[in-house]
């Protein structure tokens, strides 16, 4: 049988924080609530896509003149364009298997989520 | 040249910081809020490093963090459910736990904000800031401004006045990021592999690329090869930049600047070292840096507008939104649409890819090519999905973007908290919960 002595604190707390909020509050504040915390990223967002809309001259990448200076075929730095040789030694990279690790944390009883 | 529509202003003379009282090594120091381990490692393996931990004298094991974690690294030790990370080979860095602590119980293993002082007082050194896109649209914040408030200007200036000797642009290394990403992308949908297979994945998230090396390395050869844009930028300020400004490399400190924890693991990954140097001196996140120009006694508000050094330092509207869900998917459309389809994009808005949570996916028509299918996933149990899929061998998607923090990077881990977590008020604190307990049962 399932009693609240047998529930997890983190539940207990979250059954309580519930009840307490719709008691409290009522449907339509705690609605205002979420937009709020809602807001809060969307909020950064807004700006990022405003900054993008009219703060700047160029929006493409490709049509960057520091761009076009770096990929220049005749005395840019990159002068092999994007994926070249250049570009490989310096901008691109290799990954690494890191899951044994994770193996050895399972077998000492460890458990995650994936 | 200028990227942005601002008007040039007087030359900034940098405050005076020898009479700053420093840290130790070792000490913990609040920030903007949250605890910070003073401690700069330099050459370590990062995969023992605990970036983010539970203070155990302050959990009070309501649980929350787990919530926001993917991989189950942070979990309960035990009974009273006292929180901890139980070992940093789980933990991808990416923070979430710490921005909603509503105890503030989670501390930052890594600052090198010490070390940062220490070389902006060396004369023999030159200090060179490389910020993100996504910290100018939360640094206001600490300064009093409304959330969201795009400071770039003032930021730039901020980095001038603290004395950093250039101030090169991460925002620039998005662009390159664009370049080098778009045309991958276009290769592999042109000739694909087995070791260059589809659909490709951004690389840009550093807590992303640790969850599929840990997680999913099967799926490694998905991933774009492409570093991400702070891994360019710093291999190419040692290299291009030194060269540009006829600065010798050995004589280069870097520090980037970012919005994330998870970044301070990439700049410590050996391979980093392209450059022929450390690319990366140092990383620190927003929260360090506005806390930096407060100690530096520097009036943020009153501080001019100003530009980038343009040469490593002009962007474009693309590279700014790499700030956020959907971004960079958006930026490499760009790219992408006009060499597919070999036309000019007019409106460089593609509104379908912009995510604020969870999965979207989009198809998007391309003239003379056809239709280039793509997904977007914010959070790394969202990526999981897709990851799954992929494996299964059921993707039917050319290019997905993953970003490990929901919305992206400007509600990355190492961004200015949001106020309302930390609400003393039991009230409040209980509205959060159930907030979040909502946004749950609208996304099923």
């Known amino acids: ?114 | 040249m200028s990227g942005s529509k601002v008007k040039k202003s007087p030359k900034i003379r940098p405050v005076d910081l020898s009479g700053l009282k420093f840290d130790k090594e070792g000490t913990m120091k609040k920030m903007e809020d949250v605890d910070y381990l003073i401690n700069a490692p330099r050459g370590v393996d990062p995969d023992n490093i605990y970036f983010v931990q539970v203070d155990t004298s302050k959990c009070e094991g309501c649980g929350e963090c787990e919530e926001h974690c993917a991989t189950g690294a942070i979990q309960a030790i035990n009974d009273d459910g006292i929180h901890q990370v139980v070992n940093p080979a789980a933990c991808m860095n990416c923070g979430q736990c710490l921005a909603n602590c509503p105890a503030g119980a989670i501390y930052e293993g890594v600052s090198y904000v010490e070390e940062v002082f220490e070389k902006l007082r060396d004369p023999n050194t030159v200090v060179v800031s490389m910020p993100a896109p996504a910290v100018r649209y939360a640094l206001g914040e600490c300064f009093g401004y409304p959330t969201g408030t795009y400071v770039g200007g003032k930021m730039q200036a901020a980095l001038r006045k603290l004395g950093f000797d250039y101030i090169w642009d991460n925002q620039w290394g998005a662009d390159v990021t664009v370049m080098e990403e778009g045309t991958e992308l276009i290769e592999r949908i042109k000739h694909p592999s087995k070791e260059r297979p589809l659909p490709q994945f951004t690389s840009c998230c550093p807590a992303w690329i640790k969850f599929c090396e840990t997680f999913y390395p099967d799926l490694i050869p998905h991933l774009s090869t492409c570093k991400s844009p702070i891994g360019m930028l710093a291999a190419l300020a040692k290299t291009y930049g030194a060269e540009q400004t006829k600065t010798p490399a050995a004589k280069m400190y870097t520090v980037s600047i970012m919005p994330c924890i998870a970044k301070k693991y990439e700049g410590l990954r050996p391979e980093m070292d392209d450059s022929g140097f450390r690319d990366i001196d140092a990383t620190i996140n927003t929260r360090e840096l506005a806390y930096m120009i407060k100690k530096a006694g520097i009036d943020f508000k009153s501080l001019p507008e100003q530009e980038p050094d343009p040469v490593l330092g002009m962007s474009t509207g693309a590279a700014t939104i790499f700030g956020t869900s959907g971004g960079v998917m958006e930026a490499a459309l760009r790219l992408a649409y006009e060499v597919l389809s070999g036309q000019k994009l007019t409106n460089p808005d593609i509104k379908v890819v912009r995510t604020h949570e969870g999965i979207k996916t989009a198809d998007i028509k391309i003239p003379n090519f056809g239709t280039l299918k793509v997904a977007v996933a914010s959070g790394l149990k969202n990526a999981a999905k897709l990851c799954d899929e992929v494996r299964a061998g059921k993707s039917p998607y050319h290019f997905i973007e993953i970003m490990a923090c929901p919305g992206g990077c400007v509600d990355g881990g190492g961004q200015p908290l949001d106020p309302s977590i930390r609400e003393a008020s039991i009230c409040k604190y209980m509205i959060a919960k159930i907030n979040k307990r909502y946004r749950k049962r609208r996304i099923a």
């Not at chain 1, 604190?9 to 309580?16: M, N, P, S, W, Y």
């Not at chain 1, 761009?67 to 310096?90: A, N, Q, T, V, W």
């Not at chain 1, 298997?97 to 944390?105: P, Q, Y």
Request: aromatic share 10%.
């Open chain 1, 1 to 114: 049988m399932k009693n609240i002595a047998q529930m997890t604190r983190r539940g207990f707390l979250k059954a309580c924080g519930i009840a307490a909020g719709y008691m409290v509050l009522g449907f339509n504040m705690t609605k205002d609530a979420i937009a709020a915390t809602m807001e809060f990223i969307g909020l950064r967002q807004k700006s990022v896509y405003k900054a993008d809309a009219t703060l700047f001259k160029y929006r493409k990448s490709q049509d960057n003149p520091m761009i076009k200076k770096l990929y220049d075929k005749k005395h840019g730095f990159l002068h092999e364009g994007p994926c070249g040789h250049m570009s490989h030694r310096l901008l691109h990279t290799n990954y690494y298997d890191r899951s044994a690790r994770i193996k050895a944390l399972k077998e000492k009883g460890i458990k995650l989520s994936l």
